[in-house]
């Protein structure tokens, strides 16, 4: 008789594969917050810091192969990222940062302006970022887009551009959307109002982080023609009041079935059957697959929430690590990063140069929108697409034609903390 | 041979029983006088040096620089020296408060709100621990004779602490959820016909975490109060004819009080500071005033935060201070 360990003989019937599925996923999610950190020395070499989007053990190492010096990435929350950016720039001398944060960053003065002229591709950079449209019939997007935070003068201060200077080398981006379990919604999801239909009651999950989960609602809000804001990426206070007083109620009816903070909560949720459908982010999709729930992220038609990653120098960086850093973002910009988290979803902002590490077939799936030629793997070697599955929304360039909002700092930011700590005390 | 030990046979009397007996009765006996005779040791300020420092210096400063804090100018990127009320105005003050036309008639702000939501399940969670720890604790210390079973027992009870707290906290996922090990149970036994939700992501589930992650801090304390009463007080009630509840009631529950004390400050103090539960086991549907600091501070508004984190440490204060006016710790011991 095999041996059967004391654990498998108490569950017994009572399903024992989904219990050490969940019981797996929950301590995958809990070794995540524990972030590893790899200690560099300060003279030499560079100390990144940034979030899980593009601090992977992976592309560091790589980093480190071919410049020849010690690139450290340091992967961490949001709000523990923010901070350390802002008050610690000893601390790193390159922040994979986001545009949405220059509101308060490039006053701060913590970063280095970049000069274009040290960046071996920046001709090839997509207008995504320079002028906000990846092509002329492209709309902007209302918030933070990144083109309005990229171009500073010499001294760091925000220019309308373009300028010699920038504020930090776009890198990575992607957008955000709904994510959806397509046997327990039962029909496909086409439309950010979704999340607050009512036949969902207790199965939709939200972003625990204020600034983007207010504008999810907001999204689903003016889908579902409640009432049109007029920049859902800056909200007037009797904006932002009208957007909690409506959730409240729901909330209190128990339409929310939680928040999530972090991406394991986020994959944990649906694989546990918690929830048929709540704000994802792309990469979720493939670790909900893998563990085999299907899993589709929707392409609303209303369209997607954009943010937009990129490579920034702390001001305290100079002589030899200033050279490092620039070596480092022209590593970046050489694409194979970039061909590393497209398998993620994530999108590069020198397609061309992503292109050069990619197999035809994820060049296809990924970036054309054509069903895959044969069954793709994420960066870490699993297998998360099918032959034939396409990408929703299409290709790069359609999918970026219609970016509804980008992740914004409001002006009213700190009203909207207060509102959504008033929504989830209610 | 330890002390007791060691005690026992210099006098002859039976060694004490239990993980700590009663303090032995010094006797005028010269051999153990000889043997026990303490050294004078360093003088006092050099022991206590290290401590203070540490404190004053990782501790006090800080607090003081929070309180400082709290009344600078938040720039939206950082802080810049000031003297100003208004993030305190911002903490209690409601748009329309005491204005009959208003909606937010009489309605506490915000952040009161929360700080008492804060403080509401503190209570709820205390009053649940003390429920639960003081008959593991009895039965630890009162029932059980072996010495080497009560240490057991004890760190059997101290098992949830050998790993991290968030591990303790996510292994409810798997139990409580909508597929969890006991919607699965229920259903199979036909209990119910589709998954209950309340299980999870709820305040019985919040409730529930929050008690099993804080009742062996109110264990410990309430276990060495107990063990520490003198059996003979016991025997000796017994003797003069006491029932079993009259000796609990006029000695061992008495004496248990300093442990009680000292086990609900520890819970209090750590409850009133919980925030990362609630994302776990609640599903972030509530905040508490450490969720309020973790989000102003994520936004850099550095001084509102303080102000958050001096009202909590208030409040934190009043209550240490209730639960030591209800209990003479000091005396008790």
Request: net charge neutral; proline share 5%.
């Amino acid at each position: 008789m095999a041996y059967k360990s004391p654990g498998q003989v108490l569950q017994g019937k009572f399903s024992r594969r989904s219990f050490m599925k969940t019981t797996a996923v929950g301590v995958a999610a809990a070794a995540t917050g524990a972030s590893f950190m790899r200690i560099a020395e300060a003279a030499d070499g560079l100390r990144s810091i940034g979030l899980g989007v593009s601090e992977i053990n992976e592309i560091q190492d790589k980093a480190t192969k071919d410049l020849g010096f010690q690139v450290a990435g340091q992967a961490m929350g949001y709000g523990d990222m923010f901070s350390k950016m802002l008050n610690q720039n000893d601390q790193y001398e390159i922040a994979e940062g986001y545009y949405n944060d220059m509101d308060v960053m490039l006053p701060a003065k913590v970063w280095q302006p970049i000069d274009t002229k040290k960046i071996k591709d920046w001709e090839k950079v997509t207008n995504l970022t320079k002028t906000g449209k990846l092509t002329p019939e492209s709309s902007v997007g209302q918030g933070d887009a990144p083109y309005l935070f990229l171009w500073v003068d010499e001294n760091g201060n925000r220019v309308k551009g373009p300028s010699q200077y920038i504020s930090m080398a776009p890198a990575f981006h992607n957008a955000d959307s709904i994510g959806y379990n397509p046997k327990a919604t039962g029909k496909p999801i086409e439309s950010w109002g979704e999340l607050l239909n009512k036949d969902y009651k207790g199965k939709v999950a939200l972003l625990n982080v204020p600034q983007i989960g207010v504008m999810d609602a907001a999204l689903a809000v003016e889908a579902l023609g409640l009432k049109k804001f007029g920049d859902k990426g800056n909200m007037t206070k009797a904006e932002i009041d009208f957007l909690v007083d409506y959730l409240i109620p729901l909330k209190k009816q128990g339409h929310f079935r939680a928040f999530w903070e972090n991406f394991g909560q986020s994959v944990n949720l649906m694989v546990n059957g918690e929830v048929a459908l709540e704000s994802m982010w792309s990469p979720a999709v493939a670790a909900i697959q893998a563990e085999g729930v299907p899993c589709i992220y929707a392409f609303p038609k209303e369209g997607l929430r954009g943010w937009h990653g990129g490579l920034a120098i702390s001001a305290k960086v100079k002589g030899k690590q200033l050279d490092q850093a620039y070596e480092y973002i022209n590593w970046w910009l050489d694409g194979w990063p970039g061909a590393f988290v497209a398998r993620q979803g994530y999108y590069h902002s020198v397609p061309e140069n992503a292109k050069k590490y990619l197999e035809a077939a994820e060049w296809d799936y990924w970036y054309d929108g054509k069903p895959a030629a044969k069954d793709l793997a994420d960066p870490f070697g699993t297998v998360i697409i099918k032959k034939g599955d396409v990408r929703t929304g299409g290709s790069y360039w359609d999918r970026y034609s219609k970016i509804a909002v980008w992740n914004s700092l409001m002006d009213e930011n700190d009203y909207l903390v207060k509102r959504w700590t008033e929504f989830l005390t209610a | 041979m330890t002390t007791v030990e060691t005690y026992s046979k210099l006098t002859h009397e039976p060694p004490q029983r239990g993980l700590i007996g009663s303090a032995p009765v010094v006797r005028p006996d010269e051999e153990v006088k000889r043997k026990y005779r303490r050294d004078p040791g360093f003088p006092v300020p050099v022991l206590i040096a290290p401590a203070t420092a540490w404190l004053i210096i990782f501790l006090f400063l800080p607090l003081i620089s929070i309180f400082i804090f709290s009344f600078w100018k938040s720039t939206g990127h950082g802080m810049v020296p000031a003297f100003t009320f208004d993030h305190y105005r911002e903490f209690f003050a409601t748009e329309g408060f005491f204005n009959p036309d208003n909606a937010n008639f009489l309605t506490p702000s915000v952040f009161l709100r929360t700080l008492w939501t804060t403080f509401r399940f503190t209570i709820t969670v205390m009053a649940i621990c003390l429920l639960l720890a003081y008959p593991l604790a009895y039965f630890l210390s009162m029932q059980v004779e072996d010495f080497k079973w009560q240490l057991a027992l004890f760190l059997l009870a101290m098992v949830p602490f050998w790993t991290s707290y968030l591990i303790r906290a996510v292994a409810w996922l798997p139990m409580l959820g909508r597929h969890g090990l006991i919607n699965e149970f229920l259903l199979d036994i036909g209990a119910i016909d589709e998954p209950v939700s309340f299980f999870l992501y709820s305040e019985f589930s919040y409730t529930m975490a929050l008690v099993q992650l804080y009742v062996v801090l109110a264990v410990g304390p309430i276990f060495f109060s107990l063990a520490k009463i003198d059996r003979n007080l016991l025997e000796a009630a017994r003797d003069m004819g006491a029932t079993p509840f009259q000796i609990f009631r006029e000695i061992i529950f008495p004496l248990s009080l300093p442990g009680i004390a000292i086990g609900m400050i520890f819970v209090f103090v750590m409850l009133m500071g919980e925030f990362a539960t609630a994302v776990v086991v609640y599903g972030g549907k509530t905040s508490t005033t450490g969720t309020v600091i973790l989000n102003y501070y994520a936004i850099a508004n550095y001084p509102f935060a303080a102000v958050n984190a001096f009202m909590l440490m208030l409040a934190m204060m009043i209550g240490v201070v209730v639960i030591l006016r209800l209990v003479d710790i000091r005396k008790e011991l």
